[in-house]
Structure formats: C-alpha cells, structure tokens
C-alpha cells in the first residue's frame, strides 16, 4: 500500500490497491438440525445479524484497512460490523450493490440438516437456476460488474480501497476483476477475516 498522499496525486492514473475482504464470524447458532423452513428463518436471521462478539480482525487485516484511503462495506450488519472493527465508523461507506448472492431453501420439505449443510445444498440449487423468488444467480453476476464500477470508481483517483463484504459474493466479482486486468498479489482465502489484495495491470 502507498502511505504518501503526494504519491498518490502524482500518479493518479493508475488506480489504487484493492483489498476484497470478508466479514467476521456471525453470531450464530449452526449447530442445531432444522427443516427447510427453519433454515429459511436462520438465513433470515443470519442477513439481519451482527458478529461474535469473540470475533476478532488479524493484525494484517487492521494493518490494511489504517493503510487504506477508502473503506467500503455491504449495508448488511456482518459486514458493517467488520469494518467497524477496523476503523471508525465516520470512515465506512456502505453499499447494498455489496451485499451476499441469495441463499434460497431447498424445498426439502422432510428433511433436517445443520445450517452449514443446507447453505452448501442451497448454493448448489441455486448455482443452478434455483432461486425461489430470490436473487437469481443470473441477477447477481449483473450485480458483480456493478460492483466492480463502484470500486473502480473509487480506486481511480489512485486511492487504495478496503471492501468488507461477503465470502460468496466476493467470489463472483473476481472473473469481472480478472476480466479487467486486475491482478490478484495475495490470495488469503476464504475465511472469516480472509482477504485477497488486487492490482491492476499497467
């Protein structure tokens, strides 16, 4: 990351770092089996919900986002809370352009699994055309060039950008970055807390 300001303006053509970050552990229950409508009700509470209070950023994470000019985040309380967690709250722009790709139940009606279970049956559905009057899989990746706009937006003026947003989502808008000439130079994965640093290609 660049930390002079000067250095910055005078090579304002070439757009700044961009760090695709994922929330904190939420605080939520997955150990329980429930039926389809309960997982639909814990996915429910899971989009309105905050972190574990035992959550905690690394210090490479915190490191980034004091090195950052500009930090945005998804409008969902997960990931405003992670970027929260990084740097005060008047420093956080938030954005619903940001937020997850849809987790539709399965319309297993007799069966009870543990939530991680139904999230993986769910995003395999709906990756392939399942979307229950949701988000659509279609929908979402004309969500992630809009995305992209936004954060090319603000990496154009050579300012060097944190998202704090959403494991899968995160994903979808890397072909767009790819596709774009953005390079990934760290690849951290896809943990609570995990990030991936971008560059664009001259």
Request: charged letters at 30%.
């Amino acid at each position: 990351m660049t930390g002079s300001t000067t250095s910055k303006k005078t090579a304002a053509t070439k757009p700044g770092r961009l760090v695709l970050a994922r929330h904190g552990k939420p605080a939520l229950d997955r150990s329980k089996r429930v039926s389809s409508a309960g997982y639909y009700a814990w996915w429910q509470a899971y989009e309105a919900g905050g972190l574990d209070v035992a959550s905690k950023p690394p210090q490479t994470l915190k490191d980034i986002a004091k090195q950052s000019d500009k930090i945005l985040s998804s409008i969902r309380l997960r990931a405003v809370e992670t970027a929260q967690a990084l740097v005060p709250d008047d420093r956080i722009v938030r954005h619903e352009v940001f937020v997850e790709a849809a987790l539709p139940a399965p319309p297993f009606a007799l069966i009870r699994m543990k939530p991680s279970a139904w999230d993986v049956w769910s995003r395999f559905l709906w990756w392939l055309g399942m979307s229950r009057g949701e988000e659509s899989k279609a929908e979402a990746e004309t969500r992630a060039f809009a995305a992209i706009d936004e954060l090319e937006r603000a990496t154009a003026d050579g300012s060097d950008v944190l998202l704090c947003a959403h494991g899968w989502f995160n994903r979808m808008m890397r072909p767009v970055l790819q596709a774009r000439n953005w390079d990934c130079v760290y690849d951290g994965r896809d943990d609570y807390w995990a990030f991936r640093c971008y560059e664009k290609r001259s």
